[in-house]
Structure formats: C-alpha cells, structure tokens
C-alpha cells in the first residue's frame, strides 16, 4: 500500500481554489475510483491517465486505487487535474520519488500516447496558487507564455508525462535539453501590429457624436447611438477603444484570465493590454451576455467587455429581457451567476455603447414610409430603466457629400483624442483619490453633491429644466457627472455653465 500528495487547482467562475490530489493503492479489485465532486470530463480521466502512464513506458499499479480531490464539498470540473492525479498515483506507488511533488501545483491536461494539452484558465489558477504561497508549476508547453504572466511563479513546461517524470528523477529528458526550457519561440507569430488600427478620424459628418465618443472615454459614460443606417453608429463604438487609456497591469491580469476561462485568448497574445471591445448578435440569449450554463460556469459578454467596451448594436431586436438583464453590471459592475452547485462572480465593468435606427424598416430617412406610430412603438422595447442609465445620447443624420469633404479637416485621429481623454483622466484622478471611484461615471448621487459641489450660475439650467419637468433628480446627477467630465477636457477646476448646458444637451438627445 501507499499514498502520495500533489496539487492542482479548480475554477469557480474567476477565482482559483487550490486543489489536494491525494492517491491511496490499497488492496482489492483493480481499479480507479474518484471521488471529491468531480464532473462528468473528470470522471473519464480515469481511462485517459492510464493510457497515459502505460504509453509513457511505466507501470499501471495492480490492485485498487483511490483518488481523493480535496476539499470534497468543492465542484471540480475539467481535464486540467490529469497530470496531477497520474504524478500522485505513480508516487503512490513508489515509481517518483514523493519529495519533488512537494512545492509543484500540476495543470494539464494529457492525451493517450502521453503528451500534455492546453487547458481553459491558467492565469487564474496560477494567480490562486501564488495568493496560497506556491511558486513552482508545471503546465502543458502551450500554457507557458500565459502563466509565466505571473511574475512570482516559477514555471516549468512540460511537453509529455515521460518529460515530467524523468525532470522529477533528475534523468534527462526525452528532449535532451532539460525540461524547463522556454516555449515561446513556439508560438504563432500574429499580424496583429502589421494590421491598420480603426481611427477616429475614419468618421466623417458625425462632429457631434465624435465629441460624444470622446466625452464617454474621459468619464466612463455610456453613449445611445441613434440613427438610419450608415450614419457611423457602429464606426463609432468600433473606434471608442482606440481613445480609451491603455489597460493598467492589474486590470491586464484580470481581462486575460477572464479569457482564458472562456477560451477567446489567442497564443499570440498571452497578455491583453488594450481595452477589449465585444458585439454580440441580436440572437444572443441572456446566458451568453450576462454569463452562465449548466455544468460549467462561463463568462458572458459583459465580463469579456470588462474594462473595455460593450456594444449592443441593432438594439431594440434584442429580447427585452436579455436588454434588462444589462441592469445589474450596469449598476455593480459585477455579474452573479448560482446555480445548485456553485456560485460564481465576474467582473463586469464596462463602457456601455447601444445603437438603434430610428425605425423598424431600417431605410434612409427619405426612403422610410414607418409612421410616427410604428417608430415609437419600435424604440419603445427599450427599458426606461436601462436608458436611466444612458447618460449620453445622441442622434445621427444623414450626411452629404460636401459635409463629408468639408469635415475632413475637422475631423481629429484617435491619437489626438486618446491623449485629451488620459489628460482628463489624470484630472478626475487627482480629484477623486482617497475614494473608490475612478471615473467621474462611478461617483454616486449623494457624494457628487456632497464633495463636489457646483456653482449656482452653471446649476441655473438644470434648476429651470427642473421646474418644467424635463429632467428628474436622478437625471441631474447624470447630467453634472457628465458636466465634470467636460471641465476635465477643458482642464478647468470646475464646470461652468456651458458645461452643465452642453451635458444637459447630451443627456436629453437634443445636441447639436
């Protein structure tokens, strides 16, 4: 009889649990027995590891064998324990010396003839194992660039389950050339540089809405885009990253280990560093925007938006429900996924961009014979609730062709903007340090009136829109983030009147 430990780890949503891989040979019928929640893919890692371990030149132990994933009341899920449990079950049996499984967290998957495979979420897990004072980890060869994204892990590649074992002997391994060896060289080479980025200035006739772009950027505003086709709308959400700052190192790990647990993270980019940008179809279903599913938690596009932009384009044919199920991120900036197994937390912290054509038919303004009616009843699938949340909006026209020419010297790169957009920023965070808001968008009601307080001569349009019923109180603390938010671009300490008027303009859809 015997028993060794190694250790692996199990996702629930965003967050790594460490994982003790415990194997007991003991006597009775052949056999591998799992036990600890595992899933249905965990369940027949019984049958890959042993081909595994007889196809790697080893002995598969005679007799019953036990593995026990702990803690026992935490779902495991996946394929990412198999080098793991295989390592434990030759220990167990006295073919690895037990003393180097000590200090190594295992993930990998492993296919018949022996070899590792790539597995969904190893930034976070290795970010879990380090949190829980692990520093050594063995991945499969495709998962190195991505883990090694970590600077405190120490992390070995592994190409097969015959390299691990001959790296744990202290043999050579099957490559001759040790077994931590740098893979990076074995990574795809991406076009990505060579690629023109989208550019602000590609949207011509659209002042207005380029302005609004810009303002969103400066102080985390969702935009509502209206408009007949062709008018920019998507143009514009496309290009809103490309003035956005660039992801700090913190906000980087997170969006690529809400990737990689979604499987959307390209090898030649381990590391997302620009604002992400996602567009689901109108036939998404809420579980694909808000995230979900039966046995395995995924993230939704709300969390693969996260510090980046989300664009709902074609809104009103989105399912109402799947609409309002926007709320929630929208307002905590986190998504909450229960199930009867488990309960899962995504970020969800994005930068809200939904489009529209004025109607139904989808024609140009000339070529539309909708009556008002029918146009009203269209834009009516919208929520109040989730519009209350829009704090720009703007409708877009049809332009001709001397508009177009003529504002081509108007018209300002994404360069240009993006550096008004971190130089406003650079304000709003000096403004706001010592609290937990970063954006002038994040700041709630009561403490924008308490610690930042406006003066009387720009509050006067607000106060008389106010008495004629054209704004709510809600409303006018949407209308003053935004005012902020344009005292930033102008670099002044305050907004003034023109500020609060133009924000007015922005939030009620009537600026021009």
């Known amino acids: 009889m015997g028993l060794a430990r190694t250790r692996s780890t199990a996702l629930v949503g965003v ?27 965990l369940r027949e890692a019984r049958d890959r590891i042993r081909a595994a371990v007889v196809n790697s030149g080893e002995h598969w132990p005679e007799g019953h064998i036990t593995v026990s994933l702990s803690p026992a009341s935490l779902p495991k899920r996946g394929s990412g324990f198999d080098l793991a449990i295989a390592a434990a079950i030759l220990a167990a049996s006295g073919a690895l010396p037990v003393e180097g499984l000590h200090d190594c967290v295992l993930l990998a998957e492993l296919g018949l003839d022996g070899r590792t495979r790539s597995v969904r979420g190893v930034l976070p897990a290795v970010l879990a194992g380090v949190r829980c004072g692990h520093t050594r980890f063995v991945v499969a060869g495709g998962d190195v660039a991505e883990a090694r994204l970590v600077p405190e892990a120490d992390v070995v590649a592994a190409r097969s389950l015959a390299e691990l074992l001959a790296w744990l002997r202290g043999l050579p391994t099957p490559e001759d050339d040790g077994l931590d060896h740098d893979l990076d060289d074995d990574l795809p080479t991406s076009d990505e540089e060579s690629r023109p980025r989208p550019d602000l200035a590609d949207v011509l006739g659209q002042p207005v809405a380029r302005r609004a772009v810009e303002i969103a950027a400066a102080g985390g505003h969702n935009v509502f885009l209206v408009g007949p086709p062709g008018t920019g709308k998507s143009l514009l959400a496309a290009r809103l990253p490309t003035v956005l700052p660039a992801l700090t190192k913190a906000q980087s790990l997170e969006t690529t280990a809400i990737h ?8 030649s980019t381990p590391l997302i560093t620009d604002p992400p940008f996602c567009d689901p179809h109108h036939t998404a279903t809420r579980a694909a925007i808000v995230g979900g599913g039966t046995s395995v938690l995924r993230p939704g596009y709300v969390s693969l938006a996260n510090n980046g932009v989300l ?16 709320r929630q991120p929208l307002e905590t900036g986190e ?9 899962a937390r995504f970020p969800a912290r994005f930068l809200f961009v939904m489009a529209a054509n004025p109607c139904p038919c989808g024609k140009p303004a000339k070529g539309c014979a909708c009556p008002s009616p029918v146009r009203r009843r269209y834009l009516s699938r919208l929520s109040g609730p989730l519009l209350d949340r829009v704090d720009l909006k703007v409708e877009l026209y049809p332009v001709s062709r001397a508009e177009l020419l003529a504002d081509q010297a108007f018209a300002e790169s994404s360069s240009v903007v993006a550096e008004r957009v ?14 937990p808001w970063r954006t002038n968008a994040e700041i709630p009601g009561a403490e924008l009136r308490r610690r930042f307080p406006v003066g009387e001569e720009a509050l006067r349009v607000l106060a008389g829109a106010l008495e004629r019923g ?3 109180a809600r409303g006018v603390d949407r209308v003053l983030r935004v005012s902020w938010s344009l005292a930033d671009l102008a670099g002044r300490s305050r907004p003034v009147a023109d500020d609060t008027g133009y924000a007015f303009a922005l939030w009620s859809g009537t600026a021009r």
Do not use: Y
């Open 311 to 326: 664009f709902i384009d074609e809104a009103p044919e989105f399912g109402r429900g799947v609409l309002d199920s926007l």
């Open 335 to 343: 998504v909450v996924v229960s199930r009867s197994a488990a309960t």
């Open 470 to 472: 054209e704004i709510s």
């Open 15 to 41: 967050e790594g649990h460490m994982v003790e891989v415990e194997a007991h040979l003991g006597d009775g019928p052949p056999g591998l027995t799992l036990v600890g929640l595992p899933d249905t893919a």
């Open 260 to 267: 990689s647990i979604a499987g959307t993270l390209p090898r």
């Open 422 to 435: 971190r130089q406003a920023r650079e304000r709003a965070a000096k403004r706001l340090s010592g609290t």
